[in-house]
Nanobody, 121 residues
């Protein structure tokens, strides 16, 4: 059983940056970031494989967000730049025992509790 804890969310203005962190209780394989707003399904943002050597992004964040991981700290990050009001959501990290770049939420077994990101205009 892996436990994940997100941090780094908050209230920012449009154009600002935030860095989210996801601390895992142990070693992990593929990890990913998702977000969700009330009434909508959880939305894929980015995924990174266990070594950190490969990642993949949703089209709407490519060029603005960067996923990375530090396996010495069992921590994954999401650097978010040029934030927009439509980026407002609860952001979740997840990990899967499967390998590869995973974009579907149902491929992940373990989830964090989420961290709120609010971007004001």
């Amino acid at each position: 059983q892996v436990q994940l804890v997100e941090s780094g969310g908050g209230l920012v203005q449009a154009g600002d940056s935030l860095r989210l962190s996801c601390a895992a209780s142990g070693r992990t394989s593929t990890m990913g970031w998702f977000r969700q707003v009330p009434g909508k399904e959880r939305e894929f943002i980015a995924t990174i494989i266990g070594t950190g050597s490969s990642s993949y992004y949703a089209d709407f964040v490519r060029g603005r967000f960067t996923i990375s991981r530090d396996n010495t700290k069992n921590t994954m990050y999401l650097q978010m730049n040029s934030l927009k009001p439509e980026d407002t959501a609860v952001y979740y990290c997840a990990t899967s025992t499967r390998g590869g770049l995973l974009t579907r939420a149902n491929r992940y077994e373990y989830w964090g509790q989420g961290t709120q990101v609010t971007v004001s205009s």
